[in-house]
Structure formats: C-alpha cells, structure tokens
C-alpha cells in the first residue's frame, strides 16, 4: 500500500515530465553545488506535493544559500541540515 502511494503521483505524463526535468536540473547542477563548502548531499523529494531538489548540508547554511539558489529553473530548492557524513571503515 505504502509503495502504491509513492509511485500514483508519477503515473501520469504531466507528474512524469515534471519529475524528469527536475531529475536532469539536479544533475545539470549538483557537481557544482557539491564544490559548495558544508554542501553533503544532492537529492530529490518533496515538499507540501511539489518535487524538489533538496541541498543537505553540515556547516554554515548562511554561506551555502548565498551560493545556491533557492529556486532553479522554476524548482524549488529546499535546504536541510545533515551534520557531517563519514563513510565507514
């Protein structure tokens, strides 16, 4: 039930295209946010039924929305703290 309510809202074309020119933003994009300092992550979600590309961040989110925008090619950009991210041994 769960994953039915997760795939429903990207059946039809509309949500679909929607969905691929946020998907080809990120990528357009996210190299270059990722050289960002404090910037940890580039993803995709969603926020109040709108996709958006969503920039996880650990250190000073005052520098990071200066340098990215919070809103790309008519894309909402969404900020969140992750705190620092260490890959295990």
Request: proline content about 3%.
């Amino acid at each position: 039930m769960c994953l039915k309510r997760w795939i429903s809202p990207y059946r039809n074309n509309k949500q679909s295209k929607d969905l691929s020119k946020v998907i080809k933003t990120k990528q357009l994009h996210e190299k270059e946010w990722l050289k960002v300092e404090g910037v940890t992550a580039i993803g995709i979600g969603t926020d109040n039924d709108n996709t958006v590309i969503i920039v996880s961040y650990s250190g000073s989110s005052e520098t990071i929305r200066e340098t990215i925008p919070q809103k790309v090619e008519e894309i909402p950009v969404i900020f969140r703290y992750s705190g620092e991210i260490r890959a295990g041994k």
